[in-house]
Nanobody
């Protein structure tokens, strides 16, 4: 059974930081491209960042100066470090594990940026 479990979300003030974690089980983690998406109320889901099994990382332009994606294949875990958070970063953040023709999703973790 495949499970992706996100953690690390919460309420943070503007300018603050959070690190999200995505713990995977039931897959050969090192083969999968791991991604983080976010979805704000009333908006479409958008890609935030992804990292390939080989470690190539891509971060979306709106957050590339503030967010960093990484992975630890020994721990079957992907991370999203978010710095200098803004109110517009408020969303549910979802973890994704992907191979051609296969995709798995976590349940998401809420990130709220507010003073």
């Amino acid at each position: 059974q495949v499970q992706l479990v996100e953690s690390g979300g919460g309420l943070v003030q503007p300018g603050g930081s959070l690190r999200l974690s995505c713990a995977a089980s039931g897959i050969n983690f090192r083969l999968y491209t791991m991604g983080w998406y976010r979805q704000a109320p009333g908006q479409a889901r958008e890609l935030v960042a992804y990292i390939t099994g080989g470690g190539k990382a891509v971060v979306a332009d709106p957050v590339k100066d503030r967010f960093t994606i990484s992975r630890d294949n020994a721990k079957n875990t992907a991370y999203l470090q978010m710095n200098s958070l803004k109110s517009e970063d408020t969303a549910v953040y979802l973890c994704n594990a992907q191979l051609p023709g296969t995709a798995y999703w976590g349940q998401g973790t809420q990130v709220t940026v507010s003073s």
